[in-house]
């Protein structure tokens, strides 16, 4: 066994969902994923824990949705009731081709997504994780060999998360007070939002892992200014490059990208939300070093800023202040590693990669 | 997909388990039957039911039972209420080595055995069937190549049940309102024992893929005589060949074993009813033509008789009947395709493999 593996494995267990004795576990972890599965396994007899593999198969469920009336999709009541029963559940993604239900017509897809809704909300509410294994497929997706995935995610993946809490930490004092951020970033990128009254989190690997970014909500009318993502995003099933996008009192107001734009109109027509950001993140997990087409990673690189075009999350909203809303939330990234800077009311924060904290602390 | 994989897929679906529109569906079935699963999905989509795959892996079982301590084993009531929920459930055998935890310690599998058994009730309350994939570890255990273990797996399954269940019935007929039976083979073989008030039942695939025998509880104490049985026997994870067994009243009073005799001890050891028959058996799927060290086949082999030690089925007793229990159940097998015969009520039933009504068809 990859030692990597393992410490993967009591990264999962001890830190991100602490399990305990007695714990009634589901483990979702593809074929694709065994060693790590192993490795759970062997974590959650030591502490005395209950897995229950509950896996899925792009093949099978390709299969599946080809042959189901679109009528027919139904909540699974088997499946939902094993997850209301659970105390923890860990999500691990793998695959030997990430594109094996890419021939399922979108209204199967929706169907299906629709009918697993409460067992996906039902997950939601124990101490959950979703985590990655680099399998094959995934690292054709990075474009990149197998065994350098592999060192990349388990660098991204296997480190001392409570020393990135406390770096992350002062990134959250620095923003949870703040009322105006402004993102400089090339010829591109100058764009101002307020996030006065928001709440901003720190996201050390509990729910995802790798974590590695700090993020909040954008007041959703006060956002100004243009935006040129760098890095392409996948919606719909298709990549969209080189997107740009115009505010005006927070909604957009023009766009353009240079490949799929007419996905990116699709998402922005999707409902009034759509069009609002609904997600400031400031990306600080540096073992990240890399675009690798999978928002799990790429949304935590370290010297990136990301903002969600959609739905924004619960917790990062004020009691008093307004949610943006939307069946949509599309991360968008904008390299700040050059030529680039965050300001919090006026003050400069990060300049190329660096953060004022960081000068402070040499 | 090989046809014959859309044929084992379709006879599980419509004909073992009889799937409706909006039935929940467990599927077992571990990484190495990923064909056979492929297919089971896409029927039972085209019928509109829900399957969960809930499957397990034999390195993380393993892996599971080494780090568990054995007084932390509990029942998992997770995996309890999913299974109460299913109104199917179809669980694949199949395995890249089949002893994958043939290191774990006995009284860790005792103990996880324990506490699986009221999921393992649970499911036999269901519509429910086992079978078998032909993975490469089990095509080693029947000392076959894959290719070879593939195509006798597929004929021995992928075949008109029902033609198989009018064959049997000639044997129900014969078998059920009998009272004695006497099994004759070679030199080492020559038993008697009353099936009178039993009943005879006729498995034709609907719990066991493939099924293929008729088979009924011997009255216990009423087995006088010896049996060979030819084949070897698997007990305690271990081989057992060349048994000699002396009935008396129904009682082993002498036993021999040329390998292994001292499991073959013990077994008899286990409680009181494991030192009497629970079942005979005649085996009739005679696509099932040689050993392969596998229950689930071998005791259908055709031109075979089996006698089990230990536990009778319920609906194999009759109702002012004795039933012999036991935790034991051990199935061994005696070849009657020469010198051998089948005596019922003294009239010569099956002689040298060849069934009395086969002659009386031609």
Chains 1, 2 share one sequence.
Do not use: C
Not at 60 to 66: E, L
Not at 95 to 107: I, L
């Amino acid at each position: 066994m990859d030692p990597r593996v393992e410490d993967h494995a009591e990264i999962i267990v001890d830190h991100s969902v602490s399990v305990e004795q007695g714990d009634e576990v589901i483990v979702r972890a593809p074929d694709a994923a065994e060693d790590l599965l192993v490795a759970l396994y062997e974590k959650l007899g030591e502490r005395g824990a209950k897995p229950v593999r509950m896996s899925q198969s792009g093949r099978a469920n390709r299969a599946y949705m080809h042959a189901m009336d679109p009528e027919d999709f139904e909540l699974a009541e088997h499946a939902l009731a094993a997850v209301e029963e659970a105390d923890v559940a860990i999500m691990v993604s793998a695959s030997r081709n990430t594109h094996e239900t890419g021939d399922v017509p979108p209204e199967k897809n929706a169907a299906m997504g629709k009918v697993q809704k409460p067992i996906q909300e039902a997950m939601m509410e124990k101490r959950w994780v979703g985590t990655q294994y680099p399998a094959p497929g995934n690292a054709q997706d990075a474009e990149m060999s197998t065994d350098a995935y592999e060192e990349f995610v388990w660098s991204a993946i296997n480190k001392d998360w409570e020393e990135q809490r406390e770096f992350q930490e002062h990134m959250v004092e620095i923003l949870d007070p703040a009322d105006e951020v402004r993102i400089v970033s090339g010829e591109g990128t100058d764009v101002t939002m307020s996030v006065d009254g928001m709440i901003t989190a720190n996201d050390y690997a509990e729910k995802n892992l790798p974590g590695g970014e700090v993020y909040t909500a954008p007041v959703p009318d006060s956002v100004e200014g243009e935006v040129h993502f760098d890095m392409p995003l996948m919606a719909q099933g298709r990549e969209v490059e080189d997107v740009h996008l115009t505010f005006e009192d927070g909604e957009v107001v023009e766009f353009a990208a240079e490949k799929n734009e007419e996905v990116l109109a699709a998402v922005l027509e999707t409902d009034e939300g759509a069009s609002r950001l609904g997600e400031l993140g400031i990306g600080m997990n540096r073992d990240i070093d890399r675009f690798t087409d999978n928002t799990l990673f790429d949304e935590k690189m370290g010297d990136t800023v990301h903002m969600a075009l959609g739905r924004a999350y619960e917790w990062t909203v004020g009691e008093d202040r307004e949610r943006n809303d939307s069946a949509v939330h599309m991360d968008m990234i904008v390299d700040m590693s050059e030529d680039s800077r965050i300001e919090v009311d006026g003050e400069v924060v990060q300049r190329d990669g660096t953060f004022v904290f960081e000068e402070f602390e040499e």
